[in-house]
């Protein structure tokens, strides 16, 4: 018994705590393992575990391995993926149109005249500067359109 550590103060975790120091004795002093409790075998069998070395790391040359196993495997069909993820995007993007066209249409009249209240009114100072900003990314849109646009890089 380790009479360093105070009791605790609840009497299960004092009972898993003397389990635990009596493993950790009898392992210490390789007494037979089918001595004491269930509880007692069972911590002996974690001290066992912990006191064993961890498994060896990674080999020193795993990234040079890696690299070749890379190398080495064969390519994939970078334009069939794509094609077919392309289909997908589109096939996706088409069944939302659909589910929010359903959704407008079965519930619309209940919550579009709320959305109308959130607009502002066409004499107001907030539409202007909607079409200002409206109008700054067209133009950009636009200018980056123009033939002959050198890219970046």
Avoid: K
């Avoid at 795993?62 to 995007?89: H, K, W």
């Avoid at 619309?108 to 109308?116: E, T, Y």
């Amino acid at each position: 018994m380790n009479h360093d550590i105070p009791p605790f103060d609840d009497p299960a975790q004092e009972r898993e705590w003397q389990a635990q120091e009596r493993a950790l004795r009898a392992e210490r002093l390789g007494l037979d393992p089918s001595n004491g409790d269930g509880r007692v075998r069972r911590y002996r069998l974690m001290a066992r575990a912990l006191r064993e070395p961890l498994p060896s790391a990674l080999p020193d040359d795993f990234a040079q391995q890696m690299a070749a196993r890379v190398a080495t495997a064969p390519a994939r069909d970078e334009i069939g993926d794509s094609r077919s993820e392309f289909i997908l995007m589109g096939l996706l993007g088409v069944v939302l149109v659909v589910a929010a066209g359903v959704v407008t249409a079965d519930y619309g009249a209940a919550w579009l005249p709320a959305f109308r209240l959130l607009l502002p009114q066409p004499s107001s100072s907030a539409t202007e500067w909607l079409m200002a900003l409206g109008g700054c990314v067209a133009a950009t849109w636009l200018l980056g359109l123009r033939p002959g646009r050198r890219l970046a890089g």
